[in-house]
């Protein structure tokens, strides 16, 4: 007759593995017995074994027990459960290890426990919710719930799950303060509600906002083209130079209000746009120019020069 058993390393997440050994003692030496069974488990694995017993073959009828012990070798802990064996006149007995169903404080993670977002700022965390209990008990359902202050938004705020003995889920949570939010530290925390227990969970969202205080204004200036005169015959060869003392980043020229030109990072601050009489309508134009420094606030300046054809 084969006994199986079945066993679950319960230790927690950060345990190191350990081996389990699970073995059969019979009514007297008579009996055939099958082998121990030694298996490495690491946290939250589980496997079963198979020992086969058999009883002599005179041996009388009645029920008869069978301990089965299961020893943790990192601990010397041992777990005894008791099986039977039936014998009966013209019928050969048997019996199951039945395993119970033991109720376990589920695993919870946070993560992570802390970030730095400016007002604004989408930021995410990511909780992980493990059922602890062992095999033989029912699926569980947990109601988790999340809260932060309210000058934040935050997705979703509750949610049910129900997880099988040893199955993880993990849930997503989206926190942005809103703009006026000021610096400072502020608590995300998270209840998951299991029947009558409840498990809390917690992290911080640090709001560091950073105020860019502009430069001065870069300087501009035109040549080849004077504002408020006539465009020349030919070629006019349009230039605008700019400073600052972090440097240009960019210069933009348009005309008419339709960009013509752009130079980025340019040398020496200089850009060119050359314009061709022959290819000019008669009228008025007017170009802008759109300056932006290379300082940390990005500050900008603008210049118009008008002219006729």
Same mark, same amino acid.
């Given at each position: ?108 993670? %946070? !993560? #992570? $426990? *802390? +970030? ?9 965390? &990511? =909780? /992980? ?24 938004? %935050? !997705? #979703? $705020? *509750? +949610? ?9 889920? &993990? =849930? /997503? ?28 969970? *917690? ?107």
């Amino acid at each position: 007759m084969d006994y199986k058993v079945t066993v679950k390393n319960n230790d927690s997440v950060h345990c190191a593995a350990s081996s389990f050994t699970v073995s059969a003692t019979t009514p007297n030496g008579s009996w055939t017995l099958g082998s121990a069974v030694t298996k490495s488990l690491a946290p939250g694995e589980s496997f079963e074994a198979t020992i086969r017993i058999a009883s002599k073959s005179n041996e009388k009828n009645g029920t008869y027990t069978i301990p089965f012990s299961v020893k943790n070798g990192s601990t010397a802990a041992v777990t005894t459960k008791n099986a039977t064996y039936v014998i009966e006149a013209n019928a050969t007995g048997g019996g199951t290890v039945t395993p119970t169903c033991t109720r376990a404080n589920p695993a919870i993670s %946070l !993560t #992570p $426990t *802390s +970030q730095v977002g400016a007002a604004g700022k989408l930021l995410q965390y &990511t =909780l /992980s919710v493990k059922n602890n209990d062992t095999t033989a008990c029912a699926d569980n359902a947990y109601a988790v719930t999340a809260t932060m202050p309210n000058d934040f938004t %935050l !997705t #979703p $705020t *509750s +949610q049910n799950i129900t997880l099988k003995p040893g199955e993880t889920r &993990t =849930l /997503s949570f989206s926190a942005t303060p809103n703009a006026t939010v000021t610096n400072g530290n502020y608590s995300l925390a998270v209840s998951i509600k299991e029947g009558t227990s409840t498990y809390n969970a *917690s992290a911080t969202y640090t709001v560091s906002n950073t105020t860019v205080t502009p430069s001065t204004p870069p300087t501009i200036s035109t040549s080849g083209i004077t504002d408020g005169g006539k465009l020349g015959n030919g070629n006019n060869k349009f230039q605008v130079t700019a400073s600052h003392a972090n440097g240009i980043a960019v210069i933009e020229i348009y005309l008419n209000g339709v960009k013509v030109e752009t130079c980025n990072t340019p040398k020496n601050g200089v850009c060119e746009h050359a314009i061709h009489a022959n290819n000019t309508a008669a009228g008025t134009y007017v170009l802008k120019i759109d300056v932006t420094a290379n300082d940390s606030a990005r500050t900008q300046n603008s210049k118009t020069v008008t002219f006729t054809r």
